[in-house]
């Protein structure tokens, strides 16, 4: 696609202009420097130099009147964006720590348990801290202020919801594979009997009694190892079920919570010039019931008749009948909601 | 997905390089250009927390110094006045101009004039001056549309600046995608020949710098043709999920306000239809009625499914299964709802309106012959009570249309009848039309009666039988496309401009149609484009018309026509 920059034009017009300009002392705001007077030259070139010196400059005050900080709430959406930010690397731990559980062990996995439990806690922690703070973020009236506030809520809203996301996905890979391998464990045990066992057959018969003993050493050492990792995976998986519950339930509600304040995409709310429009409405949303779904009008049916195939006709006479069941046992059901 | 990304891109490369909290300003036109391509979600992502109209953000006197201001604006004088305004009293840490077509010398000379505070960091100009309704349909959502259809005469400065509105549109297509066209344009329109010459002037002579890319085997082709040229289409009753929507209810950049249809709740009252975002849609827009019908009942069949399943929570896993995919669902109930909304809606102005039984009496005007027939059968429809007056208007019009020079005495008939029957009709109105767009004046064979191969073909179809008598219309733009893509497009109908000429045929052709497109035309548009002739169709106008549109535009013009004449 191709652009045109036009800025290299406009600075030269900008330059020309300044030296040429007459200068004037009573120009409102123009400089961040103590307003040094004496003559427009001077506060000009001072601004022009900060802009340039700091062109990452997330603040540039402007005018004397306002120290040209940046509003309070600022500092509490930098604190959630943080919070966020220290819950994504917490997540990257919490993975590994799966990981590690999942990978077979001779010692107890209690302390793998305990650091999970530990990490999931803490991010669980995170996401509901900074869910409470960001309702301080929310402010009254229609202003220009009070859109960006609602803005950036909804920006930290729809972070903290993926991220909840994300938690959930992990707990539950984990406690599947952990199941897996608990299931895993036995067939791979059985598979090794049953290998074991052939292989004593297939010997040779003089090293009989010799591989049977080895044999029955490994065996007997192999079926230790599975009781024992299955008491385990047991008590992993009680261990973090209550914790499971729990934490479900705190993500749950989070969600709920979220939920009011991300926005939907592909919605009419997710459309700028719907935003433009209105600026200072709150999203009001809570899961609607589905509205009873009318019947299809004849209308519809009859257009379909039109075509000369005989076959959509007994399509139809099909649908018809179906269409009519159906709305017959809809009216009676009730649609589920939160 | 050409012109959709091509807009996107050029949003995106305007925020990714600015850090910081940041609010993006528009006019009204640029708030469609962006509006269609990009969501609210997605501007969050980069950070913008605000946006805003230029003329509205003026009478704020907030200072927002923590927030970088972008701008995206057509260059125009009103804008410029604002931004001279802005800049000499900025509220914003910095300010990042970026415009959707060309700059003047003297225009960046004003604004270089009014940064005092030297807020202004960048000039670019980005060019997204169309608004990319779908991947291969473009609008420029001209108001004064009704221009076309008055001579020059009339209006020199308002003619003007129609022109120049789509000239500017038409060449920022070609800039985003970096290519210079041979231009043809349809011979019997004069406001055809005008933009195509001042479209080549532009990209040619003025700035032949700029569209100087690197030049392909075959130069694409850009056809320039008039409305008056198929005044059927946009005409008659339509049948295919996008275009029916738009002819029942009314779309604008995507979005259908449903607010007058009444009771209903607030999260439906405007809804977005846009076959980027919407799966089900795009899988359907181009369906009939009868199979959306069943398309809907099936996607509401498998979410009753969903809302059963989620009902059923008895364990904590399927809890824990209800929290995991609540995003999805709730997705699902508002996609459903919309649709059913929709179809619902237009189920019950088919009712109303008798459309069933009108539209089929229009497709045969459209399609076959027999004047007789043709004639009693629209009597009889004019003396129906249920029909309505618009409904009247519009068959009396498609009748007039075919049988213009068949028996004047029954047509005339006919006219006495409408005005005599409707009284909100503008009288003359029929005939008006009958002078844009009579047989004289038309170039392309709207009927295809008149050379032996069109003939043929519908012979030909009729003896084959219709599959969908209310889709049997094939709107005029099909059998040029089908003309191009043999590259037998007939000199003689739509000359070249000026020296421009082509041997073989294009690859890629953007045909823009002055007055409107119709969705119909688009369907069209996208049907041939799927069926990889090895040639790909963009289809632009100065509007979207539905018929509500085109009789407006014809009235307006009708009645410019009327006061003009009587003052000279």
């Known amino acids: ?338 | 997905m050409v012109l959709v990304s091509a807009a996107r891109d050029y949003v995106n490369r305007m925020l990714q390089d600015i850090s910081g909290m940041k609010v993006l300003i528009l006019d009204s036109q640029t708030v469609s250009i962006v509006s269609v391509v990009y969501s609210q979600s997605e501007l969050l992502q980069k950070e913008v927390f605000l946006v805003e109209l230029v003329d509205s953000i003026s009478k704020s006197k907030e200072s927002m110094s923590h927030l970088k201001a972008v701008y995206f604006l057509r260059p125009t004088l009103e804008n410029i006045q604002h931004l001279r305004r802005q800049l000499a009293n900025p509220r914003f840490g910095e300010s990042h101009l970026f415009f959707s077509n060309m700059l003047k010398d003297t225009q960046i000379h004003i604004l270089a004039d009014s940064d005092e505070q030297e807020v202004v960091q960048q000039v670019q100009e980005y060019y997204a001056d169309f608004v990319a309704i779908d991947p291969y349909h473009f609008t420029l959502n001209i108001p004064s549309n009704h221009m076309y259809m008055l001579p020059a005469v009339v209006d020199p400065p308002g003619l003007q600046q129609f022109c120049d509105r789509i000239v500017d549109g038409i060449s920022t297509v070609f800039l985003a995608l970096k290519r210079r066209p041979v231009i043809r344009y349809q011979r019997t329109s004069d406001i055809a020949k005008r933009i195509a010459q001042e479209t080549s002037k532009l990209m040619y002579q003025q700035e032949s710098g700029l569209f100087d890319f690197r030049r392909t085997e075959i130069s694409p082709l850009l056809l320039i043709v008039d409305r008056r040229d198929d005044p059927v289409t946009p005409l008659l009753n339509q049948w295919t999920y996008q275009a029916m929507v738009h002819e029942l209810i009314g779309i604008h950049d995507n979005k259908v306000d449903l607010s007058s249809t009444g009771k209903l709740p607030k999260d439906q009252q405007e809804v977005v239809l846009s076959s980027e975002q919407d799966a089900f849609f795009k899988a359907n827009m181009y369906e009939n009625f009868g199979d959306i019908g069943m398309s809907i009942k099936r996607m509401v069949d498998d979410f009753q499914q969903v809302a059963k399943s989620n009902q059923n929570i008895q364990t904590i896993e399927d809890m824990a299964k209800f929290v995991d995919s609540y995003p999805e669902y709730r997705k699902m109930h508002g996609n459903v709802s919309k649709h059913v909304t929709l179809v619902t809606e237009m189920s019950k102005i088919v009712g109303e309106r008798r459309l069933m039984l009108i539209s089929e009496r229009e497709q045969d005007l459209a399609c076959n012959g027999g004047q007789v027939a043709a004639f009693e059968a629209v009597a009889n429809l004019l003396n129906n009570e249920s029909v309505s007056d618009i409904d009247r208007l519009h068959l009396v019009m498609l009748y007039a249309l075919r049988y213009e020079k068949e028996s004047p005495v029954q047509l005339m008939q006919l006219f006495n009848k409408l005005a005599s029957q409707s009284p909100k009709y503008k009288p003359g109105l029929v005939q008006f039309l009958l002078k844009q767009a009579g047989v004289d004046k038309r170039t392309g064979d709207l009927y295809g009666n008149r050379d032996l191969l069109n003939i043929a073909r519908n012979m030909a179809r009729g003896l084959k039988g219709v599959e969908n008598v209310y889709t049997q219309h094939q709107p005029l733009l099909f059998q040029t496309m089908e003309s191009i893509i043999k590259g037998r497009l007939r000199d003689v109908d739509y000359p070249f401009v000026g020296n421009h000429f082509q041997q073989g045929r294009p690859q890629d052709v953007v045909i823009f149609i002055v007055g409107g497109t119709t969705y119909e035309e688009s369907r069209s548009v996208a049907l041939q484009n799927a069926s990889n002739s090895g040639t790909r169709f963009i289809l632009g106008g100065s509007v979207v018309l539905n018929s509500k549109r085109f009789l407006k535009d014809l009235e307006e013009a009708q009645r410019i026509a009327k006061s003009s004449t009587n003052v000279v």
């Not at chain 1, 600022?74 to 559980?101: G, P, T, W």
């Open chain 1, 1 to 338: 696609m191709a652009t045109r920059n036009r800025t290299l034009i406009f600075r030269k017009y900008r330059d020309a202009l300044k030296s040429v300009r007459v200068p004037t002392s009573s120009s409102p705001s123009t400089s961040s420097v103590g307003g040094v007077g004496g003559g427009g030259g001077g506060p000009v070139i001072e601004l022009a130099s900060t802009s340039l010196l700091n062109p990452n400059r997330k603040y540039a005050p402007l005018s004397t009147e306002d120290p040209g900080l940046p509003p309070a709430w600022v500092d509490v959406s930098e604190e959630i964006a943080a919070n966020v930010q220290r819950a994504r690397m917490k997540m990257v731990e919490l993975a590994k720590a799966h990981a590690k559980a999942l990978m077979p062990s001779f010692g107890d996995g209690k302390e793998d348990q305990r650091t999970i439990e530990g990490l999931t806690q803490e991010i669980t922690g995170l996401l509901r801290k900074s869910e409470k703070q960001l309702k301080r973020l929310a402010a009254a009236g229609p202003s220009e202020d009070s859109n960006v506030r609602k803005n950036v809520q909804r920006s930290l809203a729809t972070d903290l919801q993926n991220l909840s996301m994300e938690l959930r996905k992990k707990q539950s890979t984990y406690l599947k594979r952990l199941r897996q391998q608990n299931e895993g464990q036995d067939g791979d045990d059985l598979e090794m009997n049953l290998n074991g066992g052939r292989s004593i057959i297939d010997d040779d018969n003089l090293d009989d009694m010799v591989f049977n003993e080895h044999q029955m050493a490994k065996l007997k050492k192999s079926e230790a190892f599975t009781v024992e990792r299955e008491r385990e995976i047991q008590q992993a998986s009680k261990c973090s079920w209550p914790f499971v519950v729990e934490s479900v339930n705190e993500l749950a509600q989070i969600m709920k919570d979220l939920s009011v304040l991300v926005i939907d995409q592909g919605t009419i709310v997710d459309r700028i010039d719907y935003n433009i429009q209105n600026v200072a409405t709150t999203v009001e949303e809570g899961l609607k019931q589905l509205q009873k779904v009318p019947f299809l009008p004849s209308t519809i049916i009859s257009f379909y008749f039109q075509k000369p195939l005989s076959f959509s006709l007994i399509l139809h006479g099909i649908v018809c009948i179906e269409w009519i069941s159906h709305r017959r046992q809809r009216e009676h059901r009730d649609e589920g909601g939160w």
